[in-house]
């Protein structure tokens, strides 16, 4: 069973813990004056390309609606199908995302197979759950080796609305940017290999 399949089946609040940074301990390891060289988390959440817009104050608040989780090497953390419930950001560690076309109903005529691609620290995998009801996960996502993954979960975000809904929408905000880019080079993808399967065609 996937985590977050076993997470569904029990209490969520019993088995999560919750990142919990004082507002004083949360800007000292932020500050320039914090020399430590591991990586605080202030410091990993700055450096989040989907938080890039985010002020400290607000960082902070999110933080404290992050989950930690560890995952084991070769654990599976979603697979292809479920139902979505978080959004990961990769604090340490690599996550394999790979997708099964043998799943999907396409045209015979093309190749199916499976595809991968490995995300390390800083990465993050999962938005649309945040963004769809019952969202159905179009990949699976294992823990390549140990790590320790941040995860914010629907219910996580349906408090943040109702407490903090300037920290909530500009979360959803960037995480809607990220999906209308990526999706944008989608497009721009299958535009450039319709063209090529045009020429193909039409030189034979």
Do not use: H
């Not at 995952?71 to 790979?98: A, K, N, T």
């Amino acid at each position: 069973m996937t985590y977050e399949k076993d997470r569904q089946n029990q209490n969520a609040d019993a088995r999560e813990k919750k990142i919990d940074l004082s507002l004083l301990k949360y800007f000292w390891q932020a500050g320039p004056l914090n020399f430590s060289k591991q990586d605080s988390i202030p410091r990993f959440l700055r450096k989040i390309k989907v938080l890039k817009n985010f002020s400290d104050g607000e960082l902070f608040i999110l933080s404290k609606y992050l989950n930690e989780r560890n995952f084991r090497r070769g654990e599976l953390i979603f697979q292809q199908g479920d139902v979505g419930i978080g959004f990961y950001l990769i604090f340490s560690g690599q996550v394999e995302i790979s997708i099964d076309d043998n799943k999907f109903d396409i045209d015979e005529n093309i190749a199916k197979g499976r595809y991968s691609l490995n995300l390390e620290r800083y990465d993050f995998f999962g938005e649309l759950a945040l963004l769809q009801e019952n969202a159905i996960r179009n990949a699976t996502a294992t823990a390549k080796d140990d790590c320790i993954l941040f995860g914010i979960f629907k219910p996580d975000l349906d408090d943040l609305i109702l407490q903090y809904p300037v920290v909530a929408a500009r979360l959803l905000q960037s995480v809607s940017m990220i999906i209308a880019n990526r999706l944008s080079f989608l497009t721009q993808e299958v535009r450039f290999l319709k063209s090529k399967l045009e020429d193909r065609e039409s030189n034979k």
